[in-house]
């Protein structure tokens, strides 16, 4: 999957200071914090100096807390141990909301604003104009 970078999971910030950034994931581990020496450095005062990491490996993505202060959340769950992410997971990381994304088994679009058919996030179309009823004819 390196030869093709677009194939690679990618990490979006969808909500806190850097949101629209977004994070292609490689084959080393990468950690996460607002650290500048850190792999993926984020912006938030919320987030520990190295608060979490996660890995690529054959058998998908590990998320893993680095024993940060405020925790590290997947899918509203606080996590104690490695975690396997799967396409559309929301990770939160002090004030920072990231969503995970596959292209491998992509159920989502790359800012997660379609997590599939259980309609959690999906955003409301607007509603058709309504068109004026024909004038009578005399």
Do not use: K, Y
């Not at 030869?3 to 909500?15: C, D, H, Q, S, Y």
């Not at 807390?65 to 590290?72: H, I, Q, R, Y």
């Not at 992410?85 to 997660?112: H, M, Q």
């Amino acid at each position: 999957m390196e030869n093709f970078p677009e194939l690679m999971p990618l990490l979006t910030v969808a909500g806190g200071p850097m949101r629209g950034a977004s994070f292609r994931l490689t084959a080393r581990p990468q950690v996460i914090g607002r650290a500048s020496t850190v792999d993926i450095a984020v912006d938030d005062p919320h987030l520990s100096r190295r608060h979490a990491s996660v890995r690529l490996a054959t058998g998908g993505v590990t998320l893993v807390d680095l024993g940060s202060t405020n925790g590290t959340w997947l899918n509203d769950r606080r996590i104690d141990g490695p975690e396997p992410l799967s396409d559309g997971d929301v990770i939160r990381l002090g004030r920072t909301e990231l969503r995970f994304f596959d292209p491998g088994l992509a159920r989502t679009d790359p800012v997660g604003l379609w997590v599939g058919p259980q309609g959690r996030d999906r955003r409301p179309t607007l509603p058709l104009p309504v068109a004026a009823p024909p004038a009578a004819r005399v």
